[in-house]
């Protein structure tokens, strides 16, 4: 079974700074999706970026973006110039090709924004 | 368009009662899912539906937990019998019917059993 690690519980960052949010999974397939969600206080879960394993190319989107090292199995989420509004709980979620299977999410890291 | 709605948007119970939650996906998305996440907990996957397909009913943690789709769009999670354990909000999420495609999320329905 394919399990995703959040290492980072909690992470803060000074408003226009650059942070980056950690994401380990283990699987035995060559061919996944990966994804990055943000959950503010309002509970709605947001989807933020998201990266097909057989591709190469770092996805981003805006000032969002990702560091895709397959072989290592790291999918870390940059974020820059962050604003009071990135703050939330993000979620690694890690899903299979094989049809519309439900995402394995790990337990998630708290990000502070300090003005 | 509208995106994934869920109600009611909190819930307060008696042990012991059932309850009925509701969610009604992105119009076109065939795909529909139910997740469980418990206080400073992630997601745990609860029951899929795709198409006509039978569901995948393999992450309810009990008989105690069911969910029906009717014509193909909006599903209802019945939990019989509420322990406290079951606080938490439920989380509801659709996607296309194609392999990979991002799931879009409801606000969930928080869930409280006293």
């Known amino acids: 079974a394919q399990t995703v690690t959040q290492s980072q519980p909690e992470m803060s960052v000074q408003e226009a700074e650059t942070v980056t949010l950690s994401c380990t999974y283990d699987?035995?397939?060559?061919?996944?999706?990966l994804f990055w969600y943000k959950q503010p206080p309002s509970r709605q879960m947001i989807l933020v970026i998201r990266?097909?394993?057989?591709?190469?190319q770092n996805a981003t989107e805006n000032r969002f973006s990702v560091n895709f090292q397959k072989a290592a199995k790291s999918f870390s989420l940059k974020i820059s110039d962050s604003q009071l509004g990135d703050a939330a709980m993000y979620f690694c979620?890690?899903?299979?090709?094989?049809?519309?299977?439900?995402?394995?999410f790990g337990k998630g890291t708290r990000l502070s924004v300090i003005a | 368009g509208a995106g994934v709605s869920q109600s009611p948007s909190n819930k307060v119970t008696e042990k012991g009662k059932d309850v009925e939650l509701r969610c009604d996906p992105i119009?076109?998305?065939?795909?529909l899912y139910w997740y469980r996440q418990s206080l400073g907990q992630g997601l745990e996957f609860l029951i899929y539906?795709?198409?006509?397909?039978?569901?995948?009913k393999s992450g309810l943690p009990s008989d105690r937990f069911s969910a029906e789709r009717t014509g193909g769009s909006v599903s209802t999670l019945t939990i019989q019998r509420t322990q406290q354990e079951d606080s938490a909000v439920y989380l509801c999420?659709?996607?296309?019917?194609?392999?990979?495609?991002?799931?879009?999320f409801g606000p969930g329905t928080r869930l409280t059993v006293l």
């Open positions: 999420a659709s996607s296309l019917g194609i392999a990979g495609a991002a799931q879009y």
């Open positions: 699987t035995s397939e060559s061919d996944y999706y």
């Open positions: 990266q097909e394993a057989y591709k190469q």
């Open positions: 979620a890690y899903r299979t090709t094989s049809g519309n299977t439900p995402l394995v």
């Open positions: 119009s076109g998305h065939t795909a």
């Open positions: 539906f795709q198409g006509n397909s039978a569901p995948d």
